[in-house]
């Protein structure tokens, strides 16, 4: 539901709010691993959901590298868990990366991505005039604990196995799980600054539009799971 949005507010939250955020009202049903910066949002003071920042996984730092930038000029908008809402997406994203800028003064890039095997094309990022970059690469997910899993935190546990000394245990098991490749998703970029959008505009590209989407979740319904090892 969309509306004026006059009653929204938008302030930090504590972690078991974005928790419960994300297992009720984000398809991934989990929140993401690493520091991260939690903001709330309510509308006539009932709770709604909550929007996540986060380091992505070191894939952040990837990205502002290809750029130029430092590891610590940019972060990811890892989740937007919402409930019921009458202000427009884009509006409430808005408001969370104005505080975000605000306690933290140095950050000059926001990125986000739009999984096209859930259904997402980004219209969130395009009515906020976000810079569209491409696709990300292929991934591989595997199955664990009754979920679909990123293969980025396969790697955390393996090296944590690795650490306890349960390596080849941790192979063994890990070559018998099930698996499936999902296809890239489509990446957008939020300068916070006029010099850094100059930088990072040469490397824009038209955004992309309902056909795309629909060849990519048909790319990933051509790729059903299967049984590595």
């Given amino acids: 539901m969309e509306g004026s949005g006059e009653a929204l507010r938008v302030g930090f939250c ?15 049903g989990s929140t993401p691993v690493g520091a991260v910066v939690r903001f709330g949002v309510w509308e006539d003071d ?7 920042y986060s380091k992505g996984a070191g894939m952040a730092t990837m990205r502002a590298h290809r750029y130029g930038l430092e590891r ?10 919402l409930n019921r809402h009458r202000a ?27 999984d096209p095997a ?4 980004g219209t969130i990022y395009q009515a906020g005039n976000w810079i569209y ?22 790697r955390a546990i ?10 080849p245990r941790y192979l063994e098991w890990l070559h018998q799980l099930r698996t499936r490749d999902r296809p890239g998703k489509f990446c957008y970029l939020m300068p916070l600054d006029k010099p850094t959008r100059r930088i990072l505009l040469p490397y824009g ?12 979740v048909s790319e990933a319904r051509r790729h059903p799971s299967g049984v590595e090892g």
């Fill in 205 to 216: 590209e038209p955004y992309p539009a309902y056909a795309d989407l629909a060849e990519q």
């Fill in 133 to 154: 970059v491409g696709r990300s690469a292929k991934v591989k997910e595997y199955w664990i604990g009754g979920k679909w899993t990123h293969n980025r935190t396969l």
């Fill in 46 to 52: 009932v709770f709604i959901g909550a929007v996540l």
């Fill in 158 to 167: 393996g090296i944590t196995a690795m650490r306890n000394g349960r390596h």
């Fill in 72 to 81: 610590t000029d940019a972060c990811e908008l890892a989740r937007v868990a």
């Fill in 88 to 114: 427009p997406v884009t509006q409430i994203v808005s408001k969370t990366v104005k505080q975000l800028q605000v306690v933290n003064p140095g950050l000059r890039l926001v990125i986000s991505y739009a």
């Fill in 118 to 121: 859930q259904g997402h094309l």
């Fill in 14 to 28: 504590d972690s078991a709010a974005a928790k419960y955020a994300c297992e009720h009202w984000h398809y991934s």
